[in-house]
């Protein structure tokens, strides 16, 4: 008996969710694993507070670009996982709302049983003002997390390469 798996796949404009999006492509899955691939967009006026009256239409229309640009980012990767798992295996869609939020919402609504999300791996003070969507989704998502990161390894030469590190929390 081959069991469903339902996988929600997290994703931003950055290298770590290309990295994220590469390590599905390249895992082995049930024939019968769903995948949905998300893009959160976040409103901008919960990013900078109230704002003036005059302001708002400018911002409504930011807002709508950074719509339209994730709806090409969920175009383009579900177009590269439809042709390794199937048309009907791979959906995708942006939402709206604040992005850690969003996606353990859409976990919990989708039944998902396995998150996979790109982590910048932001330390120290990016850490404390930008914080970590991939942290809060961890300790919020009903299911396993899946956190795909860069990590720093130390070459010959002393200079920092990137390499990519995968992490299942269960």
């Known amino acids: ?7 929600v796949i997290a994703i931003d404009d950055s290298g770590c969710s290309r990295l994220a999006i590469d390590a599905v492509a390249n895992r ?26 005059q302001a708002v239409e400018l911002m409504i229309e930011a807002e ?3 719509k339209l640009h ?11 996982l439809q042709s390794l798992f199937g048309d009907k295996a791979v959906t995708g869609e942006v939402l709206h709302g604040i992005v850690s939020d969003t996606i353990v919402e859409d976990a919990v609504e989708w039944q998902a049983d396995l998150i996979v999300i790109g982590s910048h791996g ?8 930008l914080g970590s969507v991939a942290e809060k989704v961890v300790n919020r ?10 990590k720093t390894v130390v070459t010959e030469k002393g200079a920092g390469a ?4 995968s992490s299942r929390v269960n």
């Open 141 to 150: 998502a009903p299911c396993s997390v899946d956190v795909v990161k860069l």
């Open 64 to 66: 709508q670009k950074l």
């Open 122 to 129: 932001r330390t120290g003070m990016d850490r404390m003002f």
């Open 162 to 165: 990137k390499i990519v590190e």
């Open 70 to 80: 994730g709806q090409e980012l969920i175009d383009t990767t579900t177009s590269k």
């Open 28 to 53: 082995h899955w049930s024939p019968a694993t769903q995948f949905r691939v998300i893009h959160v967009v976040e409103p901008i006026v919960l990013q900078y507070g109230q704002i003036a009256p």
């Open 1 to 7: 008996m081959v069991t469903m798996m339902r996988v």
